[in-house]
């Protein structure tokens, strides 16, 4: 076999050999409609003949999630471009790390068996995975991957509080200042946010690819959204705008972790109710200012 970049064995301090130079990656993709995507795993393979996650080893030049989806692609014919990744566990070795990556499907996808490395793609209902024989550390890990199964972080940030916090000339031209604000906020829809840097200090080491909503109002207000980052423009007063988008929010996708940005203290009462998060303005701006 020829071997590509990142392939090869790592002797772990565990005790074990582990596949991937760079580390390995798995994607744990879900369909609303269909359930979890399993591979059954060719007999000729680490730890073959046990069903898991299709992935492989990290290249040398790729995040962990583009090597998930790349690897998922050649080994199921997903398209990557059909899969919208949320979130990530990594299992860290140190000397070697697994990282699985949690998506969920744009559109209809249609998996099949696309090399020697599987001999079998099975859709199945997250209450009958357990019953499959299992990969060992899927098995292992799996109850604590079931918990964050299809769910959001969605940041929702109060515009006028968190550019306000920042004396960089706003006032001058509050609606550039949000537009800034708003494009800096679509970074963090690419790189992701650690668990512990959002206030989910109980999810650990985990990281998100938030969904964020921008509430915008005053002279704010005609600010448009864009491909990575929504905008609600207030009809009335920021802080309504805000508790309204969370209550929607909550209502639709009860499970999903809602944060929100500010530090107005009454607007904190009102959102904290609802069940949310809240992070202050000097901690987002601690994350963007850590994108560039």
């Given at each position: 076999m020829l071997l590509g970049d990142g392939d090869g064995f790592v002797k772990c301090l565990c005790g074990e050999r582990h596949w991937g130079l760079h580390g390995a990656a798995g994607l744990l993709l879900s369909d609303p409609r269909r359930g979890v995507l399993l591979q059954h795993r060719a007999g000729w393979t680490h730890h073959g003949d046990s069903w898991a996650l299709p992935g492989g080893a990290v290249r040398s030049d790729e995040s962990p999630a583009q090597a998930a989806t790349r690897e998922t692609e050649e080994e199921t014919a997903v398209p990557a471009a059909s899969v919208r990744v949320l979130s990530a566990r990594a299992e860290d070795h140190g000397t070697w790390r697994y990282t699985t990556v949690l998506a969920t499907v744009r559109d209809t996808v249609r998996p099949r068996v696309a090399n020697a490395e599987s001999t079998a793609l099975d859709w199945v209902h997250p209450d009958d995975v357990p019953g499959y024989p299992l990969h060992r550390n899927f098995a292992a890990a799996w109850p604590e991957l079931?918990?964050?199964?299809?769910?959001?972080?969605?940041?929702?940030?109060?515009?006028?509080?968190?550019?306000?916090?920042?004396?960089?000339?706003?006032?001058?031209?509050?609606?550039?200042?949000?537009?800034?604000?708003?494009?800096?906020?679509?970074?963090?829809?690419?790189?992701?946010?650690?668990?512990?840097?959002?206030?989910?200090?109980?999810?650990g080491d985990w990281l998100w690819w938030p969904r964020v909503v921008l509430v915008v109002e005053g002279r704010a207000k005609a600010t448009d959204a864009t491909e990575r980052v929504e905008v609600v423009s207030a009809d009335d007063d920021g802080d309504s705008a805000i508790v309204r988008t969370v209550k929607e929010l909550r209502g639709l996708r009860p499970r999903d972790h809602v944060v929100v940005a500010t530090a107005d203290r009454q607007l904190r009462r009102e959102v904290e109710a609802e069940g949310v998060t809240v992070v202050g303005p000097s901690a987002l701006w601690s994350l963007l200012d850590a994108c560039g």
């Open positions: 079931r918990e964050q199964l299809d769910r959001e972080l969605v940041l929702v940030v109060d515009s006028a509080n968190v550019v306000g916090a920042r004396p960089d000339g706003w006032w001058r031209d509050r609606a550039a200042a949000t537009e800034r604000l708003r494009d800096r906020l679509g970074a963090l829809t690419c790189v992701g946010v650690r668990a512990g840097d959002v206030g989910l200090r109980h999810d």
